[in-house]
T-cell receptor, first 114, second 114 residues
Framework: AQSVTQLGSHVSVSEGALVLLRCNYSSSVPPYLFWYVQYPNQGLQLLLKYTTGATLVKGINGFEAEFKKSETSFHLTKPSAHMSDAAEYFC????????????FGTGTKLQVIP | EPEVTQTPSHQVTQMGQEVILRCVPISNHLYFYWYRQILGQKVEFLVSFYNNEISEKSEIFDDQFSVERPDGSNFTLKIRSTKLEDSAMYFCASFSGQSNTEAFFGQGTRLTVV
């Protein structure tokens, strides 16, 4: 069984400030972890993923996330928020086996204040 | 880059009507999935399909729903008699089955039941 908890359904940051979106996961097997971004009325865009190897992963648009097994966390960060980052962000987990059912968190809506 | 294609992008249907949502997965992929996202909520797993049969389904996937891979390329989701609460974004995904890779999501079909 696997699950994802995203702390904070809404996060507001000022333009240029650090973005930190929190994600904790639960998985009975080694997980694959993902962050997706969704703009209004659009589909899911993969921001970044962790499968194996380096625990700090870099994604598109300057985002990165660090897999911390001891904390069962996969928080998403960006050093400097841009207005175009305003969107909903979903953390997700799947098993590392050959069957990839993805379980999504409830999402965090990011607001960027000018 | 290969992608999962969903048609139509938006479908409006009357309550009680049958609707078929279509997906063309990535050609060498082996696992296929449907997910649903009710407006403002998280993305939920509906069903997975492998080797021409359902491998897992959620409690949402009741007798009103069915899936089919009719011709080796398309993967369809049929809702037999739509209800208002079926209004949602439906995402198709496919996965190759290879390790260290992820499932790929389509851009979604927005279903509106009136």
């Amino acid at each position: 069984a696997q699950s994802v908890t995203q702390l904070g359904s809404h996060v507001s940051v000022s333009e240029g400030a650090l973005v930190l979106l929190r994600c904790n996961y639960s998985s009975s097997v080694p997980p694959y972890l993902f962050w997706y971004v969704q703009y209004p009325n659009q589909g899911l865009q993969l921001l970044l993923k962790y499968t194996t190897g380096a625990t700090l992963v870099k994604g598109i648009n300057g985002f990165e996330a660090e897999f911390k097994k001891s904390e069962t966390s996969f928080h998403l960060t960006k050093p400097s928020a841009h207005m175009s980052d305003a969107a909903e962000y979903f953390c997700a987990v799947s098993s590392s086996g050959g069957y990839q059912k993805v379980t999504f968190g409830t999402g965090t809506k990011l607001q960027v204040i000018p | 880059e290969p992608e999962v294609t969903q048609t139509p992008s938006h479908q409006v249907t009357q309550m009680g009507q049958e609707v078929i949502l279509r997906c063309v997965p990535i050609s060498n992929h082996l696992y296929f999935y449907w997910y649903r996202q009710i407006l403002g909520q998280k993305v939920e797993f509906l069903v997975s399909f492998y080797n021409n049969e359902i491998s897992e389904k959620s409690e949402i996937f009741d007798d009103q729903f069915s899936v089919e891979r009719p011709d080796g390329s398309n993967f369809t989701l049929k809702i037999r008699s739509t209800k208002l609460e079926d209004s949602a974004m439906y995402f198709c995904a496919s996965f190759s089955g290879q390790s260290n890779t992820e499932a790929f999501f389509g851009q979604g079909t927005r279903l509106t039941v009136v």
